[in-house]
């Protein structure tokens, strides 16, 4: 998978995206139930509304400031809304 594509409403539960690059990528409303995110790159991503519960998003890089990746609505890993 590379950077750069366009997954609205994906179904990606459970799958291993460890290290993957997914800058720029539109995953808004993605199923990213139990996903591996570890150290994967999502710097400028949508992920708006996108399932992320019980994720593993440790070392994700959602990038910060300008290249932030858009979380609003998003579902988090212990089941909180992001603001």
Known sequence: MSNNQTLTGVNLSEANLCGTNLSHTN???A????????????????????????????????????TKANLKGATMPDGSTHE
């Open 31 to 66: 199923n990213l139930t139990l996903a591996d995110l570890r150290g994967a790159i999502l710097m400028n991503s949508n992920l708006e509304k996108a399932n992320l519960k019980e994720a593993n998003i440790t070392g994700t890089n959602f990038g910060e400031g300008n």
């Open 27 to 29: 995953l808004s409303n």
